[in-house]
């Protein structure tokens, strides 16, 4: 059938599950709402044929906005809203020369992916990836416990190891509340790198101090911040400008006992080199929740076969609660626009 919008009514075409969100769109008898409904990635071509005369269009990371689909979709493109903070899907240039707002997520999902960071690091220091596929395995009956089997390094501080350092490459909001949550496990000191060009905060990195009572809080340069963390943290966005910033000579100077956490973008980690650290024990673990060549992860991949690297599929704000506020507010930002109102949450690009 035809593509074309109705006459009068905007056409809005979704391109992912928004779950309990979709009524606020589809049970709207003023716009057109054409909606990708198989449970999975929307496919290209589906995308270029519908969107044809569309207002609006709801997508996710994994839907690339770029010059093709704008032309596809003709004058009428007024607002692109993505389920997601991250927004290097969408090409903001060609978003620009249109005239095309952005909707995104931001905030939302800050709790979920700090609580998926925590978690990851746990998993990778006390090797809960490997222990768990040790049961799996059914490896258990003939295990000879033993007081080192199966020990990592300690998230929290003791009397008897009393400082650590958390390192953040990207100190933005998730950031803050991984710390906060670190604060919990007693965690020292904290070092991040700013982005390039950003004047010095230190009123704010004074407060982030004392609120989590900890010894000191500092910028660093990126191979300090390789050195002296014992957990680090990429939570940089992707793009040209980040990517591979954590490569060989980066892992080379970091610690054999610290773990390296992705929650941010896989580009920003040389999964190649990460794999080397892995096997040769220039770092003690890795947490993931983004990988360079998702979704193409296999058991193959050298990241999911090195024993101390946990590999998760991109599910740092897959909580619920999360999500169905996430699908909420994409659902609003896309209505918003097309009905010529101001985005409740509109990208500042
Ligand atoms: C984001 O929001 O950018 C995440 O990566 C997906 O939830």
């Known amino acids: 059938r035809s593509t074309a919008a109705s006459p009068g009514r905007p056409k809005i075409v979704v391109c992912t599950d928004l779950g309990p969100a979709l009524p606020l769109l589809s049970e709207r008898r003023d716009i057109e709402v054409i909606t990708w409904t198989e449970n999975r990635c929307c496919d290209r071509t589906w995308m270029l044929h519908n969107i044809a005369g569309a207002a609006g269009v709801v997508v996710c990371f994994q839907n690339a906005v770029d010059r093709e689909l704008v032309d596809a979709a003709g004058p009428n493109l007024r607002v692109v809203s993505t389920v997601s903070v991250g927004h290097e899907h969408i090409d903001l240039k060609v978003m620009a020369e249109h005239n095309i707002q952005v909707g995104y997520t931001p905030d939302i999902l800050t709790d979920a992916v700090a609580d998926s960071a925590v978690m990851l690091t746990l998993m ?40 650590r350092t958390a390192g953040f490459l990207g100190f933005g909001r998730i950031a803050h509340a991984v710390l906060k949550r670190l604060a919990a496990f007693g965690i020292t000191h904290c070092i991040y790198t700013p982005r390039p060009g950003a004047a010095p905060q230190p009123t704010r990195d004074e407060k982030l101090r004392a609120a989590h009572s900890l010894v000191s809080v500092a910028p ?13 943290f990429v939570l940089a966005p992707g793009g040209p400008s980040t990517r591979h910033l954590v490569d060989e000579g980066f892992l080379q100077l970091m610690r054999p006992t610290s773990v390296l956490v992705n929650n941010g973008r896989g580009s920003v980690v040389d999964s190649a080199a990460l794999a080397r650290a892995l096997k040769e024990g220039w770092i003690w673990g890795a947490g993931l929740d983004v990988v360079e060549e998702e979704p193409q992860v296999g058991p193959e991949h050298p990241l999911v076969s090195e024993p101390r690297c946990v590999v998760l599929p991109h599910i740092g704000s897959a ?19 097309v009905l010529k109102q101001p985005l409740p949450v509109a990208l500042d690009y």
């Open 319 to 337: 909580a619920l609660e999360t999500r169905t506020e996430m699908a909420s507010l994409t659902a609003r930002n896309v209505l918003a626009g």
């Open 220 to 232: 660093v340069d990126l191979p300090t911040l390789a050195r002296e963390s014992d957990m680090l």
């Open 124 to 163: 990778a220091s006390r090797r809960a990836g490997q222990s768990y596929t040790f049961v799996k395995d059914n490896q258990w009956p003939t295990f000879h416990w033993t007081p080192f089997a199966l020990c990592g390094p300690q998230l929290s501080t003791t009397t008897f190891s009393p400082t």
